[in-house]
C-alpha cells in the first residue's frame, strides 16, 4: 500500500513562507497524479494545486501566483513552496496520490494525514 508523509507546516507571520513536503513510499508504484488539498476547521476540503502526467502544474485560483509546486523522483515527492501567506491559508494542508502499483497494474489512491499550517500574527 503507498503512503504519504507530509512535512513542513507551522506557524507562520502574515506575509511569510513555508514549504511543504510529501513523501510517497510503498511497493513498486508509478504515480499519474500527486497533489496538495487543504480543508479549513468548517469547510470542506479544496485542491490548492498538483501535478499529473507529464503536464506542468496546476493551481487553484486562491493561491495562483504564490504557490509552486515542484516535484522530484518520478513525482514520488512533491513540494510546496508558499509564499505571501495569508490568514486564509491556515488549514490542514494534505497530500493526495494515484497511480499503478507496478507488479500488478492495479491502480491505487491514496491520502496522506496532513500537516497543519496556521498563519497569524
Known amino acids: 500500500q503507498v503512503q504519504l508523509v507530509e512535512s513542513g507546516g507551522g506557524l507562520v507571520q502574515p506575509g511569510g513562507s513555508l514549504r511543504l513536503s510529501c513523501e510517497a513510499s510503498?511497493?513498486?508504484?508509478?504515480?499519474?497524479?500527486i497533489g496538495w488539498y487543504r480543508q479549513a476547521p468548517g469547510n470542506q476540503r479544496e485542491f490548492v494545486g498538483g501535478?499529473?502526467?507529464?503536464?506542468?502544474?496546476n493551481y487553484a485560483d486562491s493561491v495562483q501566483g504564490r504557490f509552486t509546486i515542484s516535484s522530484a523522483s518520478a513525482k514520488k515527492t512533491l513540494y510546496l513552496q508558499m509564499n505571501d501567506l495569508q490568514p486564509e491559508d491556515t488549514a490542514v494542508y494534505s497530500c493526495?496520490?494515484?497511480?499503478?502499483?507496478?507488479?500488478?497494474?492495479?491502480?491505487?489512491?491514496?491520502w496522506g494525514k496532513g500537516t497543519q499550517v496556521t498563519v497569524s500574527a
Open positions: 493526495h496520490v494515484d497511480g499503478r502499483y507496478g507488479s500488478s497494474g492495479l491502480l491505487f489512491a491514496s
Open positions: 510503498g511497493p513498486s508504484f508509478t504515480v499519474n497524479g
Open positions: 501535478i499529473r502526467d507529464d503536464g506542468p502544474p
